[in-house]
């Protein structure tokens, strides 16, 4: 059974930093692997898709890296903001009906 | 504009009173599924459709129901709720396919007392 583990469960940095938020996951044979943002009490807004023969994936100031073979994957963000404080999740896609596996998120807070 | 809706987005109700959450979407997805999410726990998959009239069970299915009569619309029916069944809940879809990206709705927040 595919798991999925996001730690900590909540971050708090200086706006500015530079910042990377981890993800593992149990089983390495996996579709792809995407980042999403939820803000409180808000649906899901997904931030980068990585198929897994890739490696990585940009997208303004976020970068998302994937090694399926050690079943991790990294989103960095860089020169943060107030305005990237959200939950991020990481979900990969697996099994016969490509079910979307969900790790628990991190609570990022950047402080002005 | 692309997107998936649900209805309501915010329920108040009563033990044993059967509801309905109704999730749409104009993207003309084969895929559609329901997540709940709960605190500690995070999302779960309830239910999934590849395609019209055909559903399967996902990771926490008891006590809900489903059907997808139509491509665009995939309901989620809660005959008997109870207070267990207080969460968020999540519709998603995308295009048939595992690589394609999973599109969210806003969520409909339930409370049974």
């Known amino acids: 059974k595919q798991e999925v583990t996001q730690i900590p469960a909540a971050l708090s940095v200086p706006e500015g930093e530079n910042l990377v938020l981890n993800c593992s996951f149990t089983?390495?044979?996996?579709?792809?692997l995407q980042w999403f943002r939820q803000d409180p009490g808000k649906g899901l807004t997904s931030l980068l898709l990585?198929?897994?023969?890739?490696r990585e994936q940009t997208s303004g100031r976020l970068n998302a890296s994937l090694d399926k073979s050690s079943g991790r994957s990294t989103l960095y963000i860089a020169a943060s903001q107030p305005g990237d404080s959200a939950t991020y999740l990481c979900?990969?896609?697996?099994?016969?009906?490509?079910?979307?596996?969900f790790g628990k998120g991190i609570t990022l807070s950047v402080r002005p | 504009e692309a997107q998936v809706t649900q209805n309501p987005r915010y329920l108040i109700t009563v033990t044993g009173k059967k509801l309905t959450v109704t999730c749409s979407q104009n993207m003309n997805h084969e895929y559609m599924s329901w997540y709940r999410q709960d605190p500690g726990l995070g999302l779960r998959q309830i239910y999934y459709?590849?395609?019209?009239?055909?559903?399967d069970k996902g990771d926490v299915p008891e006590g809900y129901k489903v059907s997808r009569k139509e491509k665009r619309n995939f309901p989620l029916i809660l005959e008997s709720p109870s207070p267990n069944q207080t969460s968020l809940y999540f519709c998603a879809s995308r295009r048939s396919g595992a690589l394609e990206t999973q599109y969210f709705g806003p969520g409909t927040r339930l409370l049974v007392l």
């Open positions: 459709s590849m395609n019209v009239e055909v559903t």
């Open positions: 089983d390495s044979a996996i579709y792809n």
């Open positions: 990585i198929q897994s023969s890739q």
């Open positions: 979900a990969v896609t697996t099994g016969a009906n490509s079910k979307l596996t």
